[in-house]
């Protein structure tokens, strides 16, 4: 299936190719994907197990991890949470045969950027991964926004958002956040009291649409109201069903 979408996958013109380490137990969609990322003009590190991926990360991060969940020993989800652990932020795309809501917030939960479900095209990991550079590479969002402050800092009500550092204030307290949860936090803050509808958000965040039935964007609001919230406050982030998403802070 031919690309619509231009997109290197090098880093920069002339330079070298992004790096992605793809951990997959299964040898033959290890040996196909490993191929297929190859022509693709990736520079591709596989190993069988998770043992193999830290090692690897450990010895040379690559730009992009590839990670099946159901592995021997230190499965996916434990390697992204050790990485996590210590501080990485490489963006991390899971492969799972499990296709339920669950097991899919459990990578989410993990640590994880974007999952894909097997049996998969190949395509549509070419797609996420291209949106995931995108992200890493900071792909900025046009404009400034309503609470954006001459040093970068976007504000709403009490909420406080540092883009440079990627830290997040409610009130004096500090909010951690993971990428995923950060880069949606800081879209719809840019856009306080505008409703953003669920296609905008997809392709802002992720860079593509999941489609109707797709539960992530869902998954990750509900993780930043759990996160941000406070007792007794009206919560900072609105559903407008079927439409989308506002950020209000009064």
């Given at each position: 299936?031919?690309?619509?979408e231009?997109?290197s996958n090098?880093p ?7 790096t992605v380490?793809?951990a997959?137990d299964?040898?033959?969609i290890?040996?196909?994907l ?6 693709e ?5 596989a190993?069988?197990d998770?043992v193999?991926a830290l090692a690897?990360v ?6 992009l991890?590839v ?10 989800l ?11 932020r ?13 097991d899919?917030?459990?990578g989410?939960?993990?640590?994880a ?9 190949v395509?549509e990991?070419?797609?996420?991964l ?10 900025a969002?046009p ?9 970068g800092?976007?504000?709403a ?6 883009p440079?550092a ?24 840019r ?7 669920h ?9 593509y649409?999941f ?6 964007l869902?998954v990750y ?9 406070v ?8 559903t ?5 998403y506002?950020?209000?802070?009064s």
């Amino acid at each position: 299936m031919p690309h619509t979408e231009p997109f290197s996958n090098t880093p920069t013109p002339g330079g070298p190719p992004h790096t992605v380490l793809l951990a997959e137990d299964d040898r033959a969609i290890r040996n196909a994907l490993e191929r297929a990322l190859t022509l693709e003009g990736y520079r591709v590190t596989a190993v069988a197990d998770g043992v193999q991926a830290l090692a690897a990360v450990h010895r040379q991060p690559p730009d992009l991890l590839v990670l099946d969940v159901m592995m021997p020993g230190i499965d996916g989800l434990q390697v992204c949470r050790v990485l996590r652990a210590e501080g990485s932020r490489t963006p991390v795309l899971m492969l799972t045969a499990r296709v339920e809501t669950a097991d899919r917030v459990a990578g989410l939960d993990a640590g994880a950027d974007d999952y894909v479900a097997k049996p998969f095209e190949v395509d549509e990991v070419f797609a996420r991964l291209r949106a995931l550079l995108r992200r890493a590479d900071g792909a900025a969002l046009p404009g400034g926004g309503v609470g954006e402050e001459p040093d970068g800092v976007v504000t709403a009500g009490d909420l406080r958002i540092d883009p440079g550092a990627r830290r997040v204030w409610r009130g004096p307290r500090e909010v951690g956040l993971t990428r995923t949860e950060f880069d949606l936090l800081h879209l719809l803050a840019r856009n306080e009291g505008l409703v953003l509808d669920h296609a905008t958000i997809y392709d802002r965040i992720w860079g593509y649409d999941f489609g109707p039935s797709s539960k992530n964007l869902a998954v990750y609001v509900g993780y930043l109201r759990r996160k941000l919230d406070v007792p007794g406050a009206p919560p900072l982030i609105h559903t407008l069903r079927g439409v989308g998403y506002v950020l209000r802070a009064s």
